[in-house]
């Protein structure tokens, strides 16, 4: 299938930091947070198309990524000790792929599609669970002033 196929069958919305989501799971336990009381756990899908990008933000909770299909993902973070780091998520494990991910909470982080004309198509757990919240999007003038050193992904991811 096609980005507009799987984003019509699954459902998908527009997500405030780019791309398409949809929650599917919430978990009914929960657990005290710094910010509150959260779900111990959240799970949606996301897809990216080429054209898009995922908008640098940051997290206040571990997220794991799992590869499902289309091209291979690139997550770019800055971690929380101003180090920049990349991963491909996908399923060429021979070539660097893996088809799962953990950033580490406070990682300032987003993706980017591989390859031209096509998507991917990802979970994403949140733990505890994601709240908008807990959600900081980021801008291109803020974080150039602390990282200037990662201008050309700032200027991608912002």
Not at 17 to 36: I, L, M, P
Not at 78 to 95: H, M, W
Not at 98 to 111: E, R
Request: with cysteine; hydrophobic share 35%; net charge negative.
């Amino acid at each position: 299938m096609n980005a507009h196929e799987w984003i019509r069958n699954l459902e998908l919305e527009p997500h405030p930091e780019g791309g398409f989501y949809k929650s599917t799971y919430r978990s009914g336990f929960v657990s005290e947070f710094t910010q509150g009381e959260r779900p111990l756990y959240t799970s949606i899908y996301f897809l990216l198309r080429s054209q898009d990008v995922s908008h640098f933000h940051r997290l206040q909770s571990d997220e794991i990524w799992y590869f499902h299909g289309g091209s291979s993902l690139t997550v770019h973070m800055i971690t929380p000790d101003g180090q920049y780091e990349e991963v491909a998520l996908g399923l060429d494990i021979k070539n660097g792929e893996v088809p799962q991910f953990i950033v580490s909470k406070h990682t300032i982080f987003g993706s980017s599609v591989k390859g031209e004309n096509t998507f991917s198509l990802v979970g994403c757990m949140v733990s505890p669970g994601f709240d908008f919240a807990d959600f900081e999007l980021f801008d291109q003038e803020e974080l150039l002033s602390q990282y200037p050193e990662y201008h050309e992904v700032i200027k991608k991811l912002t």
